[in-house]
């Protein structure tokens, strides 16, 4: 069964640090591109960082300079260092498998964890 587990959220205050975590399983995934997302109420999830299978990494440029997106194959786990923190930083992270299938890309998402980043 395929699941991905985001954790690591918490309330923090603004030029603060966390960092996330995503412990996956049910798939092989050094083998695929992975990605974090955040959504806030209301809003669409968007992209901030991503981590290739061949271990490159991609930034939306709100988070570029202050968010640092990394994997640990053999652990399974996709990680995300978030420095700096601001208030509109604030929201659920989730976690994205990009599955490449026969037929196309599939994505997987994991619950969430919400980040309050407070002023």
């Known amino acids: 069964q395929v699941q991905l587990v985001e954790s690591g959220g918490g309330v923090v205050q603004a030029g603060g640090s966390l960092r996330l975590s995503c412990v996956t399983s049910g798939f092989t995934m050094s083998l695929d591109d992975m990605a974090w997302y955040r959504q806030v109420p209301g809003g669409k999830r968007e992209y901030v960082a991503g981590v290739r299978r061949d271990m490159s990494t991609n930034y939306a440029n709100s988070v570029k300079g202050r968010f640092t997106a990394s994997r640990d194959n053999a652990k399974n786990t996709v990680y995300l260092q978030m420095n700096s923190l601001k208030p509109e930083d604030t929201a659920v992270y989730y976690c994205?498998?990009?599955?490449?299938?026969?037929?196309?890309?599939?994505?997987?998402w994991g619950q969430g964890t919400q980040v309050t980043v407070s002023s």
């Open positions: 994205n498998w990009r599955a490449s299938r026969w037929w196309g890309d599939d994505d997987y």
